[in-house]
């Protein structure tokens, strides 16, 4: 068996200072967000539309379960309750979640999954290249090895919502769809929450303001180029950095907490 | 059924820098760039290569077996090609 | 100089006999390609059904560890269908064809994937048990005679072995834990043992197709031998465990230096051939399904390809 290294190795093993210890929230929230959607993308293991995009999903999810699992160990570090990673991944009910509303969404079609991963790549591709260069030593080891993974993601993602939007009449109906359908999660991503406005003012969380800009920037070009139209005008969700989520996630938990719901207290 | 399959391409990796690109095997892709994208997901999970070629599987093209007589055969009875073939004195150093 | 005139049919013999490999442009028997085919596409079938049962349980994995772990071991048999898959191509079985075949239900693939995963035991019982299994069939395949199936199984026996030290691992984790683990653990043992036994095919005595396929080298143990191997292999990795075997016939046999052991139920090994296992229904519908749903996908990739060298001809 493999040694675990999911974890960067650490700058200090020195406990947490103050200002690091109202990072939990946040990085509570990006564990819960990249384990949602690494869950989600995991769904679709052995199902397919052909089996080298399964083994391609397989390796983004398997991404995102890595970089949930490195902001959990370390969140339970800041936390310093002697809670693990296994404890907070599933040992916390919906209203304690705090991923953004966009990746608990169902995957629909390949093109739904197409659409939430390309719009969260966006975001989360920038939101590292930002916390790469931040104040918190870990989160910046942590963002390091993840934004190459993203790179990946975005590149995967992108290529083939120019495929599906310029491919044909069924799959540009589909792809439609789907950002017609997602749109509205996409401006939580971006709005900051309480927790979020009070680290960016101590410089902990990056400006979401010149995130949106790249990321508006880089959807612009990729619809572009897949003959789509950005939507316009739509309303936008949120409330799921403050555990107010979609009725999905209610059910994905219950999936994925069963066995530690169901026998409390084990090693597995 | 009457839909077509995605090309097959062959894939060529290079384990590590400074060896060459080895034929590792094949898969399907609609286009050269998701060609290498796979090969990259397919192929180096464990960390295999360092870079990938790809060559879509009909553009390859291969000599037949039964030339194999004709085509290497002749090269089995051209020993003086080989610096074995040559003696060289014992006193002559670095040759 | 006399010649001797061999047939062409003994000269590729000839050439199996010295074990000398056997490449996609080579002459060989049409029987030799025939056979070759089902049994690299069974076999290729056999990783993407397969990976169904575990599947199952990515989505519930106790730790995210675990998760991680299913995950990256149900990926790698997605990739063995595929090194599988490509094998058989050289041979010049398009995929399409093979899926095809495989949706119909006139290809078969390893009927161990028409049982039911009910327990997180089973992820365990899967990869030690049935990986365990596979492994025993798979290694002596590196050497089989043609050389695109052998380099496959190269790349497949390599990743095999983590996914059934994985299994093992899950086990003794269950069998050192509560009381009810333990129970978990014995149980999904109860289940898994026969139908493991069955993976390798029925009896000598029933196997009319061994002795050829021995003889092509693409095939180089008889299913029984293959058995006895894997009850030697596993009964002492149970006991390590703390856990029985289900069958009370089991013996160590001083004199053969072997476990006796009992008798098959071949009826129900033909019946889930048959299509009657719990879940050979569901197995196959879930590929079938797949397969559907993903067509306009393949179709619009396909479609935005060749709207892009259109587009670059006109450019150049």
């Known amino acids: 068996m493999m040694t675990d290294s999911t974890m960067p190795a650490q700058a200090t093993a020195a406990a947490p200072s103050e200002a690091q210890a109202q990072l939990f929230p946040f990085v509570l929230q990006l564990a819960d967000t990249s384990l949602i959607l690494a869950h989600r993308l995991s769904e679709w293991c052995g199902h397919g539309p052909i089996l080298e995009q399964d083994l391609a999903m397989a390796n983004i999810a398997l991404d995102f379960l890595g970089e949930a699992r490195s ?40 093109a739904g999954t197409i659409v939430r991963q390309f719009i969260y790549d966006c975001f989360h591709y920038h939101l590292l290249l930002q ?26 993602s992108a290529e083939w919502v120019i495929r599906l939007g310029d491919g044909t009449e069924e799959s540009r109906r589909r792809v439609e769809k789907a950002i017609e359908n997602l749109w509205r999660y996409t401006g939580e991503l971006t709005t900051p929450s309480a927790t979020e406005q009070a680290l960016q003012a101590a410089g902990f969380v990056p400006d979401y303001a010149a995130i949106r800009e790249q990321m508006d920037a880089h959807i612009a ?31 994905l938990l219950a999936e994925l907490q069963y066995m530690q719901r169901t026998y409390p207290g084990l090693q597995w | 059924m009457t839909q077509k399959e995605w090309p097959l391409w062959e894939v060529f990796i290079r384990s590590k820098q400074g060896l060459d690109h080895k034929h590792v095997g094949s898969l399907h892709a609609a286009d050269a760039e998701m060609a290498i994208q796979n090969a990259r997901d397919v192929y180096t999970r464990r960390l295999e290569g360092v870079s990938i070629w790809v060559v879509e599987s009909t553009n390859v093209h291969a000599s037949n077996p039964d030339d194999a007589a004709a085509f290497y055969e002749p090269a089995n009875d051209k020993i003086y090609r080989h610096p074995t073939f040559y003696q060289v004195p014992d006193s002559i150093k670095h040759m | 100089m006399e010649t001797l005139e061999l047939t062409q049919e003994e000269q590729f013999q ?5 074990d000398v490999r056997i490449e996609p442009k080579d002459w060989m028997p049409d029987a030799y390609r025939k056979t070759l085919i089902r049994q690299i596409s069974q076999h290729a079938h056999s990783e993407l059904v397969g990976m169904l049962p575990e599947g199952n349980w990515i989505t519930r994995a106790p730790s995210l560890k675990r998760k991680s772990i299913l995950l990256a071991k149900v990926q790698d048999e997605a990739g063995h269908g595929l090194y599988l898959y490509s094998a058989a191509e050289t041979l010049g079985a398009s995929r399409d064809q093979m899926l095809a075949d495989l949706h119909s239900g006139k290809a078969k693939y390893s009927s161990i994937f028409n049982y039911p995963t009910l327990s997180w035991a089973d992820m365990g019982c899967v990869g030690w048990l049935v990986d365990g299994a596979a492994i ?3 290694v002596p395949l590196c050497r089989t005679s043609y050389g695109p199936y052998a380099r496959a199984m190269v790349r497949v026996c390599k990743e095999e072995s983590f996914h059934q030290r994985q299994g093992f691992e899950i086990m003794q984790t269950l069998c050192e834990g509560s009381p009810e683990q333990k129970a978990m653990a014995q149980e999904g043992l109860n289940r898994w043992w026969w139908p493991t036994l069955m993976m390798f095919g029925p009896a000598d005595a029933d196997s009319p197709n061994t002795a050829q396929s021995m003889n092509w080298r693409i095939k180089r143990f008889t299913n029984d031998e ?15 465990l703390g856990l029985t075997v289900p069958d009370p016939n089991l013996k160590w046999n001083e004199a053969k230096q072997g476990y006796d052991f009992g008798d098959v139920d071949w009826e129900e090994f033909w019946n889930v051939v048959k299509g009657n296992g719990m879940c050979n ?3 196959l519908q879930a590929r079938v399904q797949a397969h559907e749903e993903g067509a306009w996908v393949r179709e619009a990739a396909l479609a935005h390809a060749e709207k892009r060298k259109q587009r670059e001809a006109v450019a150049a």
């Open chain 3, 14 to 18: 000839a050439r199996i006999d010295a």
């Open chain 1, 71 to 110: 902001y959990y160990q370390y969140a339970a570090e800041l936390e310093g309750k002697g809670r693990s990673e296994d404890d907070l991944a599933y040992l916390r009910s919906a209203v304690e979640y705090r991923n953004p509303l966009l990746v608990e969404q169902p995957n629909g079609d390949f």
């Open chain 3, 281 to 283: 229904k569901e197995r």
């Open chain 1, 221 to 251: 070009r990729v619809f572009e180029e897949a003959t789509l139209a950005v939507p316009v005008g739509v309303f936008m969700q949120k409330g799921g950095k403050d555990g107010r989520h979609t009725e999905h996630l209610g059910y």
């Open chain 3, 136 to 138: 025993l069939n798979q």
């Open chain 1, 131 to 156: 916390l790469k260069s931040g104040p918190d030593a870990q989160l910046a080891a942590i963002a390091e090895k993840s934004v190459k993974e993203a790179a990946y993601h975005i590149k995967w």
């Open chain 3, 226 to 240: 293959l058995r006895q191997k894997f009850v030697d292999m596993m009964v002492p990795q149970a006991e390590f």
